[in-house]
């Protein structure tokens, strides 16, 4: 059974940084690409950031560009995400998720629970 | 517009169908997914490419599409079936598109 576990989210002051987790279990973690999506509260899912399966390409939302980091760690089966100089903006739900390529589309095929950030002094 | 459109609520009572719908141009060029999402536990992926169901997804639960509309039915909704519905694309230019999210309510 695939199995995403998010980790790491908190209560934050604006400007400060936090580091999420996520660990998978049930499928061979190197061969799938992973990303981050985000609910900020009472509001919809809104993509941030992906990683290729060996880690070697990257690619994020504009509205995190230059603050986030997305990584990896095939070793440990681990996906995380940096996130710095956080805003209320950032403030929401974080979601681990697995992506599929087929050869004519592109979908999320598991997500995790979720850990929640929230940005407030 | 590149956009996906859903209605904020649906609701309908025990037994009925519900159809939470998906309107956008890319509709017809690009394949739509459909998420169900109970808070406080992970969504999961109940269509994929228009019309597919995973394993484990309830034969009530189905796809459809025409044109600009893609259609999410649940026939014979169950109480189990109220929660967040959101369709999902990756348009022309691959940037990744979630609807609104629809929130069901069967009472």
């Known amino acids: 059974e695939v199995q995403l576990v998010e980790s790491g989210g908190g209560l934050v002051q604006p400007g400060g940084s936090l580091r999420l987790s996520c660990a998978g279990s049930g499928f061979t973690f190197s061969s799938f690409r992973m990303d981050w999506v985000r609910q900020p509260p009472g509001k919809g899912l809104v993509w941030v950031s992906r990683?290729?399966?060996?880690?070697?390409?990257?690619r994020y939302a504009d509205s995190v560009k230059g603050r986030f980091t997305i990584s990896r760690d095939n070793a440990k089966n681990t996906l995380y995400l940096q996130i710095n100089n956080l805003t209320a903006e950032d403030t929401a739900r974080y979601f681990c998720?697995?992506?599929?390529?087929?050869?004519?589309?592109?979908?999320?095929?598991?997500w995790g629970q979720g850990t929640l950030v929230t940005v407030s002094s | 517009s590149d956009e996906l459109t859903q209605p904020p609520s649906v609701s309908v009572s025990p037994g009925q169908s519900a159809r939470i719908t998906c309107s956008g141009d890319a509709l017809p060029k690009k394949y739509v997914h459909w998420y169900q999402y109970k808070s406080g536990q992970a969504p999961v992926l109940v269509i994929y490419e228009d019309t597919k169901r995973p394993s484990g997804i309830p034969q009530r639960i189905s796809g459809s599409i025409s044109g600009t509309l893609a259609t999410l039915t649940i026939s014979g909704a169950q109480v189990e079936d109220e929660a967040d519905y959101y369709c999902y694309l990756t348009d022309t230019n691959g940037n990744h598109r979630f609807g609104g999210g629809t929130k069901l309510t069967v009472l």
């Open positions: 998720v697995r992506g599929v390529r087929t050869g004519m589309t592109f979908y999320f095929d598991h």
């Open positions: 990683i290729n399966g060996d880690g070697s390409s990257t």
